[in-house]
Each structure stands twice: as structure tokens, then as C-alpha cells.
């Protein structure tokens, strides 16, 4: 168990529909990163925020965006899903931005119909 | 940006041989490389990493070795157990330029099958 908790584990929904996948880092952490994993393109990074800041940004889609809360928990929102964006979504944390150890969550695995 | 190839895709042995995993990086930047284990319906988890600052670190039966040079890093399982059995992905990530960000480039997977 990595610490990093992401919730929910499984999300069916269908095309156009907006869906929400929240994360709670390890404690302490103030990083947290997204990765997207599907079949054709593999681990790719999403985005990652840092104490509440957004830090860097990868290929994430317009219709993707996300957030970190104070509380450090942070939320990634898609909309107008579209049947491409079934896809496992993992959240990482690591202490702080930079090259540190990631741990990764056990990730939501997204299906849109 | 950074491009990360991993070799091979997949990879069988037999319990007891020993198994390496290539990846090669683009981004002579990159400064930090770690490798994760993914099981079926988990996470990846990571098992151990390397800076630039080192060539080679070991813990217990897994190793990792680096060369800046030719940008090139391998992981080494030795006495591989079913349990071994798993995806195996590499990383690389930078933080140059002073933005001090750590996103991680994949490499694309190695799937890896212990036989007993």
C-alpha cells in the first residue's frame, strides 16, 4: 500500500457526461501528479500540481483540468468524455516538486460507453 | 521533450535465471530514473531508482546501472521467483532549468513471465 488513495475504482459512464476522480496523497506530500495508462499509448503524464499550484502540464486535453485543495487532496475533472477517454487514471504523490520518489495510487479505471 | 524506449516488450525466463530490461533516454537532462512494478489491477509500485550522480545501485536481488554517456540505464533481477512475474516500466525525469518540476516519461513496458 502506497499511502496515496484514489477513489472511485471503477466509473462507467457515456459519451458527452463529466465525471470527477479525486486523489489523497500520502501524508506529508506536497506534490501530486496525474498519469493517464491506456493499451495505445501507455504511461503518459497528465499534470501536476504542488501545494496547491498547478507546476507542469503534460497532454492533458482542453477538456481535462484539475485542481489541489488546501486540505492537498487534488481532483481531476473530464468532460465531454468521448469513447477515447476510457483509460486507467492514476494519481502519484512525492514530498515535494522536483525529482523525488513517486508513489503512485491504485489508479480508477475509467470506461465511457 | 523526453523520449524514453524500453526493451524488450516481453520477457520469459525460467525460476532462478536472471533478467534485464534496457531503456534508453533522449533528454540528456534527465537526472533521475526510477523503475516501477505493475500488477494486474494495481498501481505501479515503485521498486528502486538511480540518480546521475551514481552508476549503479543494488537491493538485494534487483540492481540498476547507468550510463550518462550513452543515455542508457538497465534493471537486473537475479534469481527471478514467480512472483517476479509483473509489467516492469522505467522513467526518466528533470528537473532542469531551474522549474524544479518531476514529471516521469514511460517507457513503454516490459512484460515479464517466471516460469517455475
Known amino acids: 500500500d502506497s499511502g496515496v488513495t484514489q477513489t472511485p475504482k471503477h466509473l462507467i459512464t457515456a459519451t458527452g457526461q463529466r465525471v470527477t476522480l479525486r486523489c489523497s496523497p500520502r501524508?506529508?506530500?506536497?506534490?501530486v501528479y496525474w498519469y493517464q495508462q491506456s493499451l495505445d499509448q501507455g504511461l503518459q503524464f497528465l499534470i501536476q500540481?504542488?501545494?496547491?499550484?498547478?507546476?507542469a502540464k503534460g497532454n492533458i486535453l482542453e477538456r481535462f483540468s484539475a485542481q489541489q485543495f488546501p486540505d492537498l487532496h487534488s481532483e481531476l475533472n473530464l468532460s465531454s468524455l468521448e469513447l477515447g477517454d476510457s483509460a486507467l487514471y492514476f494519481c502519484?504523490?512525492?514530498?515535494?516538486?522536483?525529482?523525488?520518489?513517486?508513489?503512485f495510487g491504485p489508479g480508477t479505471r475509467l470506461t465511457v460507453l | 521533450g523526453e523520449n524514453v524506449e524500453q526493451h524488450p516488450s516481453t520477457l520469459s525466463v525460467q525460476e532462478g535465471d536472471s533478467a534485464v530490461i534496457k531503456c534508453t533516454y533522449s533528454?540528456?537532462?534527465?537526472?533521475?530514473f526510477p523503475w516501477y512494478k505493475q500488477e494486474l489491477g494495481k498501481g505501479p509500485q515503485l521498486i528502486i531508482d538511480?540518480?546521475?550522480?551514481?552508476g549503479e545501485k543494488k537491493d538485494q536481488r534487483i540492481a540498476v546501472t547507468l550510463n550518462k554517456t550513452a543515455k542508457h540505464f538497465s534493471l537486473h533481477i537475479t534469481e527471478t521467483q514467480p512472483e517476479d512475474s509483473a509489467v516492469y516500466f522505467c522513467?526518466?525525469?528533470?528537473?532542469?532549468?531551474?522549474?524544479?518540476?518531476?514529471?516521469?516519461?514511460f517507457g513503454q513496458g516490459t512484460i515479464l513471465t517466471v516460469h517455475p
Open positions: 502519484a504523490s512525492s514530498l515535494n516538486s522536483g525529482y523525488n520518489e513517486q508513489f
Open positions: 501524508s506529508g506530500d506536497l506534490s
Open positions: 500540481y504542488y501545494n496547491g499550484e498547478e507546476r
Open positions: 533528454d540528456s537532462a534527465s537526472n533521475y
Open positions: 538511480i540518480r546521475s550522480n551514481v
Open positions: 522513467a526518466a525525469s528533470s528537473n532542469a532549468g531551474g522549474t524544479s518540476y518531476g514529471k516521469l516519461t
